[in-house]
Every structure is written in structure tokens, then in C-alpha cells.
């Protein structure tokens, strides 16, 4: 477990690629809490939230002796009118990773606001990807997790809530159809949870597919509430209904030992879905220390 390294992301401090998520709080802001709290690395973030130039952007992280560790990355692959802009994104953000020598490609399915207004309670008759709607979207990952290792990255594909790869079904559809040797599976702890699933069971049943590490946590009586008020996915954050790392549903210890047993050797990336209001005097940095001194402790 000692070769596991320890990130975040700047969704943690409420940074997030949806429109009117809330107050984005400068990135050397950002950069420099994440350093002083011990964290070894950050994500990306949303395209264009950090200094796209690789030389620009190394140097900001070098300052911080602070890795990248890979990008969540969210595609629309199914539409065949958004296909060839859509890859074009992905491999914008592949090679400005390949330049920082980052090891990952976090590839989701970018949902749309259909599915985020369902998010955690999708039924039977709620918009689904068709047969082909399938086909194309993991045609799609396929190509882009090559291109992406031809560029020495590795690809895994996170299931997300608020989009077409969400249930459980739908995370096992998205494995069954994709090629494991080039999409293998960043198991978000929170989303799994949150789409419905059992991250600690899908992390048993997938060990060897898993690639890259989420590890986010769940308040059950407050996703419950989002549910029962039908929530979309933004309004649910809103309500906070992720928790610090160690203090929601989730089974963290038992899902670090999977991953132990496993002799996992990728990033547990840290993190803590949030939406800043404006005007609000939350301190993120708060939640992430508390996150941070919990994993840190499960370490051995």
C-alpha cells in the first residue's frame, strides 16, 4: 500500500466544468493549499482552469513539488455530429498530460441535462443509450484510450453521476463493450455509491481492472433527502451531500483493502464534490485536511 500515492483535484475546492456551479477560486490559490495540506499530486481540472501551456503549467507544479496526476475528461462519443470535436478534446487534454509526464486519461461520458436532472434515481423508461448510442460511445473510448497509449497513458473510464454511465447496469455495459486492455476502470468510491452501487463490490469484482482511484465519500441521510426532493446533480451538491473522506457511507477501510490485497500501485485522488456559493466563507481547505489526515492514517 506504500506505493499508493495520495492527489486531490480542484473539484474539491469547488472547481467544476459544469456552467453556474458556483465561485472558482484562483488556481495558484488552489495549488498552494493543496501543497501545504501534504497532498502529492492534483488533477487537472476542468480544460482551462489550469495554465494550458505545459511549460507554464509544469512549472507551477514544480514550484509546489506537487505531481499531475492524470484529467477527468467527459466526452459525448454516441452523437456522430459532436464526434470528431469531442475527440479532438480528448487528445488536446492527452497530449498537454503526456508533456507533464502524468500517467492517466480519466474518460466519462459527459451526460447531458436530461440525466443530470435525474441523477441517483434513474428508472426503467428515463432516457438510456440505445444499442447503437452503445457502439459508437465505446468505439469511441476504445479509440481514444489507443491514441492515448500510444502516448504512454493509460486510460480509465469513470462511471459518473448525471450521466448515460451511471447504474450499475450501466457501468457493466460500458466494461462489457470496451476493450480491457487499453479502457480499464476509475472507480469513483462516491459516484458509485451515488448512481446506486456498491463501490466496495464493484472494486472486489474489478480489481484487476482498476486503473485510477477516486476516493470520495457519501452523507447517507443527505442523499437520501436529494433523492426524495428530486434533486438534479447540481442542486444535490449544493445541499452538500458529499462528506470529507471518512465520514459518509461509504466503506473506505474495506475498500483500501482491496486495493492492498490487490498490491495497487496507482493515485487515490482525494476528493470532495462542493459547490461554493458566492459571498460564502467556506474554507475547502478545511474538508480536504480532514480527508487527508484519514487516508493517510488507513495507510499503512
Known amino acids: 500500500m506504500a506505493a499508493m500515492k495520495v492527489g486531490t483535484a480542484p473539484i474539491t475546492w469547488g472547481i467544476c466544468e459544469l456552467p453556474d456551479w458556483g465561485t472558482m477560486l484562483p488556481?495558484?490559490?488552489?495549488?498552494?493549499?493543496?501543497?501545504?495540506?501534504?497532498?502529492?499530486?492534483t488533477e487537472l481540472g476542468p480544460w482551462g482552469y489550469l495554465p494550458?501551456?505545459?511549460?507554464?503549467?509544469?512549472?507551477?507544479?514544480?514550484?509546489?513539488?506537487?505531481?499531475?496526476?492524470?484529467?477527468?475528461?467527459?466526452?459525448?462519443?454516441?452523437?456522430?455530429?459532436?464526434?470528431?470535436?469531442?475527440?479532438?478534446?480528448?487528445?488536446?487534454?492527452?497530449r498537454l498530460l503526456a508533456e507533464l509526464s502524468a500517467p492517466v486519461l480519466v474518460l466519462a461520458e459527459a451526460g447531458d441535462e436530461r440525466r443530470e436532472r435525474i441523477a441517483g434515481r434513474v428508472s426503467a423508461g428515463d432516457p438510456r443509450f440505445s444499442v447503437d448510442d452503445w457502439k459508437r460511445f465505446a468505439e469511441g473510448a476504445n479509440e481514444i484510450?489507443?491514441?492515448?497509449?500510444?502516448?504512454?497513458?493509460?486510460?480509465?473510464?469513470?462511471?459518473?453521476?448525471?450521466?448515460?454511465?451511471?447504474?450499475?447496469?450501466?457501468?457493466?455495459?460500458?466494461?462489457?463493450?470496451?476493450?480491457p486492455s487499453l479502457v480499464g476502470l476509475c472507480l469513483d468510491t462516491g459516484h458509485v455509491f451515488y448512481?446506486?452501487?456498491?463501490?466496495?463490490?464493484?472494486?472486489?469484482?474489478?480489481t484487476a481492472r482498476i486503473r485510477h482511484v477516486h476516493l470520495k465519500d457519501v452523507y447517507r441521510d443527505r442523499y437520501q433527502r436529494a433523492l426524495a426532493a428530486r434533486l438534479?446533480?447540481?442542486?444535490?451538491?449544493?445541499?452538500?451531500?458529499?462528506?470529507?473522506?471518512?465520514?459518509?457511507?461509504?466503506?473506505?477501510?474495506?475498500?483500501?483493502?482491496?486495493?492492498?490485497?490487490?498490491?495497487?500501485?496507482?493515485?487515490?485522488?482525494?476528493?470532495?464534490?462542493?459547490?461554493?456559493?458566492?459571498?460564502?466563507?467556506?474554507q475547502p481547505k478545511l474538508d480536504a485536511a480532514k480527508s487527508f489526515a484519514f487516508v493517510t492514517a488507513a495507510l499503512p
Open 52 to 94: 494550458k501551456e505545459a511549460a507554464v503549467l509544469a512549472a507551477e507544479l514544480g514550484k509546489r513539488r506537487l505531481a499531475m496526476a492524470g484529467a477527468f475528461c467527459p466526452v459525448t462519443l454516441h452523437d456522430p455530429a459532436r464526434y470528431e470535436d469531442q475527440l479532438a478534446y480528448a487528445m488536446d487534454t492527452t
Open 195 to 206: 448512481g446506486g452501487g456498491d463501490p466496495v463490490a464493484l472494486a472486489r469484482r474489478e
Open 232 to 282: 438534479d446533480f447540481t442542486a444535490a451538491v449544493g445541499e452538500d451531500v458529499f462528506a470529507p473522506v471518512g465520514s459518509g457511507a461509504v466503506d473506505m477501510a474495506a475498500f483500501l483493502r482491496i486495493l492492498s490485497d490487490a498490491r495497487y500501485e496507482g493515485w487515490l485522488i482525494v476528493e470532495q464534490d462542493i459547490r461554493i456559493q458566492p459571498g460564502s466563507l467556506r
Open 27 to 41: 488556481y495558484a490559490h488552489v495549488l498552494d493549499e493543496m501543497a501545504e495540506l501534504g497532498y502529492a499530486g
Open 145 to 179: 484510450a489507443r491514441r492515448a497509449k500510444q502516448m504512454g497513458l493509460v486510460t480509465a473510464f469513470h462511471p459518473h453521476a448525471g450521466t448515460y454511465v451511471e447504474t450499475p447496469s450501466e457501468v457493466d455495459e460500458l466494461l462489457r463493450q470496451t476493450d
